[in-house]
């Protein structure tokens, strides 16, 4: 089971080649692939702020998420007990949310942030 960070999800929607095979791979085939409802709100965010160009509308990557299978979580409340359990490596509030999330729930995380790597976490990359 996988949560998918932000950025690993908009690669592959983008079929970015920024994404590694194996996270590819691993998303092409997974049956338990997850993304947190915080992705959408940082997508959000940043394309009102104009720091992200996509063509999508939050209701479209939704719809987007359904055709491919992927659950996205809402944000629950042991998920933010545990971001004040978290050592303050990243100071990102959605990347400490998703962090949160992979390891309330048990996931392997799919990202390419060399900061997550020093959390005691499953990732993918």
């Known amino acids: 089971m996988y949560l998918l960070d932000t950025c690993a999800f908009l690669w592959f ?3 970015n ?7 590819r791979d691993i ?7 997850y993304l947190s409802v915080a992705s959408l709100w940082e997508i959000a965010i940043k394309k009102a702020i104009h720091k992200l ?7 479209e990557l939704e719809m987007i998420c359904n055709q491919y299978g992927i659950v996205i979580l809402p944000i629950k409340i042991p998920y933010l007990e545990r971001i004040g359990q978290l050592p303050m490596i990243h100071g990102d509030p959605f990347d400490r949310l998703i962090i949160a999330t ?4 048990g996931l392997s995380l799919i990202t390419h942030d060399s900061n997550i790597r020093r959390y005691e976490i499953d990732l993918i990359w």
């Open 13 to 15: 929607l983008d079929d």
């Open 17 to 23: 080649p920024s994404l590694s095979k194996r996270a």
């Open 27 to 33: 998303i092409g085939r997974s049956n338990d692939m």
């Open 53 to 59: 160009d996509l063509d999508e509308s939050i209701v």
């Open 102 to 105: 992979a390891l309330e729930e």
